[in-house]
């Protein structure tokens, strides 16, 4: 099961910081992912990280901005937030893939087999 944390309000311009901790062993065999979704629309892919956190990938929308990281041994995925944007609000999801898939599919939800609850990220302009 994963668990994300670390939601809130915050202002523009402001940096958020959140973690998801896992309690899949080992957490090593797992690539992880961040999406969001916003009211009313889609789920979309925000960043992604490999098994020993050696690759990521972020889309535009994110890139320079967000920080995808991993501690394995603490079994915890983080996602530090800077310069956040009013555009960025959404329920923020966490999840995990099986390494041992191809990380050409990494953005693609179905990629995924484990998704945390959601934590809420609202920023005000």
């Known amino acids: 099961q994963l668990q994300a944390f670390g939601g809130g309000l915050v202002q523009a311009g402001d940096s958020r910081r959140l973690s998801c901790e896992a309690s899949?062993?080992?957490?090593?065999?797992?690539?992880m992912g961040w999406f969001r979704q916003a009211p009313g629309k889609e789920r979309e892919f925000v960043a992604a990280?490999?098994?020993?956190?050696?690759?990521?990938r972020y889309p535009e929308s994110v890139k320079g901005r967000f920080t995808i990281s991993r501690d394995n041994d603490k079994n915890t995925l983080y996602l530090q937030m800077n310069s956040l944007k009013p555009e960025d609000t959404a329920v923020y999801y966490c999840?995990?893939?099986?390494?041992?898939?191809?990380?050409?599919?990494?953005?693609?939800?179905?990629?995924?087999?484990?998704w945390g609850q959601g934590t809420l990220v609202t920023v005000s302009s």
């Open positions: 999840a995990a893939g099986k390494r041992t898939r191809s990380w050409s599919v990494i953005t693609n939800i179905a990629a995924y087999d484990i």
């Open positions: 899949e062993r080992p957490f090593v065999n797992y690539a």
């Open positions: 990280i490999s098994w020993s956190g050696d690759t990521v």
